[in-house]
Each structure stands twice: as C-alpha cells, then as structure tokens.
C-alpha cells in the first residue's frame, strides 16, 4: 500500500483520505448559520431566528425550485486545487473522503431522501474526460449511506456551452431545458424524494434546471448536495 497523501498538496499525513495540518487550515468549510434554502452560509448571524428559518436574500427573491442544497466547501481559490485535482486528474480515490464530508454536510438532506443521482456530464464531455466526477460523488455518497443511487436518472439532452464566464441570468438561459429524466426511470421517481449530487455549485442554474426537470417528472421533492460552492461576497 502507498503511503496516504493529503488530497490537496500530497504531503505525507497519517491517513488516508484526509487533508495536512496547512491545507486544512487554508480551505473553508461551509458551516452555519446559512440560508435554510440554497446553503448560503451568513458571514454574520442574521436575527436570533432558528437555523432553519433563514433565508437568503438571493432565495427570499427567487426561491429555487429545489428545496435545500448544501455545501462541504466554499469554493475559492484554497479550495480550487482540490476541486479541480478530482476533476481532471484521475483523483478518483478521492470520492470516498469526499462523500465521507458530503455525508455530514448533507445528513438531514440524506435521511430524508429516497434516491440519489449525479447532475449528469453530455457524453461528448464524458468521452473527453473518461469519468463524470459528479457520478463518483453520488456513487460513493450512495455506498456510504444506502440511498438507493440511480446513476442515469437524467440525461442531458444537449451538450451546453462552458459555463465558465457566463452572468447568472445567461447561465440560466443556458441550462434551460438541457435535462430530462431518462425514458423508463419516471416512473421510479414518481412520489420519491431525490438528493441531487455535484461536484461544484456556482450560481445553482444547473442544479435549479435539473430540480425542474425531476419534479416535472414526478419527483415529491429535490435537495442538493455538492462538494463545493461559490459563495457571493
Ligand atoms: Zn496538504
Ligand atoms: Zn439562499
């Protein structure tokens, strides 16, 4: 066996799955308060109200069609590297350690749920790039807490341009439509509750159009979880 390396830098740590003393100390991990909704988290306490009856202004506008997303991460340039290792460079054996983060970020979300699937990849990316790192999430988060996962629950009917530099009301016309439940798997969804899973949410369009997509389809309801998200300062 190799010895364990930390998920970030690869410096030597004790064990496997985990991240250094420094790397620890440089991400930010999401944690409350945050918007009962989307996961925002509240760099100050908004009111003495309960955790779960806050609510961002973001969601107060234009609440999302999902009912709660949540994050491990905040994703920013500490926890970039991470991310993006897993996402490009056959970091597989990260899945596990990430679920593992996913799981407590998202219990409530998990215990609630009756199916878990990955927002998908268009086969023409997923050719390029050999693996959907969103499907490795769900597969393992699906292991770890025995929600039932449904890999190919949604298609992407296109493939939809790089989101990267887009505004938030383009990334929304860009997604629009782009998801579908697959023919054949409405009928498993139909009444079910159904935990979303992405590796990186940045304005929340592509999780929001395929929350639209499963509850067109019958779905009872739709969380989110992610390994990181971007978090508007
Ligand atoms: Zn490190
Ligand atoms: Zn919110």
């Given at each position: 066996?190799?010895?364990?390396?930390?998920?970030?830098c690869?410096?030597?740590?004790?064990?496997p799955?985990?991240?250094?003393?420094?790397?620890?100390?440089?991400?930010?991990?999401?944690?409350?308060?945050?918007?009962?909704?989307?996961?925002?988290?509240?760099?100050?306490?908004p009111?003495?109200?309960?955790?779960?009856?806050?609510?961002?202004?973001?969601?107060?506008?234009?609440?999302?069609?999902?009912?709660?997303?949540?994050?491990?991460?905040?994703?920013?340039?500490?926890?970039?590297p991470?991310?993006?290792?897993?996402?490009?460079?056959d970091?597989?054996?990260?899945?596990?350690?990430?679920?593992?983060?996913?799981?407590?970020?998202?219990?409530?979300?998990?215990?609630?749920?009756?199916?878990?699937?990955?927002?998908?990849?268009?086969?023409?990316?997923?050719?390029?790039?050999r693996?959907?790192?969103?499907a490795?999430?769900?597969?393992?988060?699906?292991?770890?807490?025995?929600?039932?996962?449904?890999?190919?629950?949604?298609?992407?009917?296109?493939?939809?341009?790089?989101?990267?530099?887009?505004?938030?009301?383009?990334?929304?016309?860009?997604?629009?439509?782009?998801?579908?439940?697959?023919?054949?798997r409405?009928?498993?969804?139909?009444?079910?509750?159904?935990?979303?899973?992405?590796?990186?949410?940045?304005?929340?369009?592509?999780?929001?159009?395929?929350?639209?997509?499963?509850?067109?389809?019958?779905?009872?309801?739709?969380?989110?979880?992610?390994?990181?998200?971007?978090?508007?300062?």
């Amino acid at each position: 066996m190799l010895p364990p390396r930390c998920l970030r830098c690869g410096l030597l740590v004790e064990q496997p799955g985990t991240l250094c003393v420094s790397c620890w100390t440089d991400v930010s991990f999401v944690t409350e308060p945050l918007c009962g909704h989307c996961g925002l988290p509240f760099d100050h306490d908004p009111a003495p109200a309960k955790a779960d009856a806050m609510t961002c202004g973001a969601c107060l506008r234009s609440p999302p069609p999902f009912q709660r997303a949540r994050a491990v991460l905040r994703y920013d340039e500490a926890s970039r590297p991470l991310v993006l290792s897993f996402k490009h460079a056959d970091r597989t054996e990260a899945a596990g350690a990430f679920a593992q983060w996913m799981e407590r970020a998202a219990g409530e979300l998990i215990a609630d749920c009756d199916l878990i699937a990955p927002v998908p990849l268009h086969w023409r990316r997923l050719f390029a790039r050999r693996y959907n790192q969103a499907a490795l999430l769900a597969q393992a988060l699906s292991l770890r807490s025995g929600l039932a996962g449904m890999p190919d629950l949604l298609v992407r009917r296109r493939a939809t341009p790089s989101q990267g530099r887009l505004s938030a009301d383009r990334r929304r016309r860009n997604v629009a439509g782009a998801f579908a439940v697959r023919a054949g798997r409405q009928e498993a969804l139909r009444g079910r509750r159904l935990l979303l899973v992405d590796d990186v949410m940045t304005t929340g369009a592509t999780v929001s159009a395929c929350a639209r997509a499963a509850l067109a389809a019958g779905a009872r309801g739709v969380d989110v979880a992610v390994l990181a998200r971007a978090v508007r300062s």
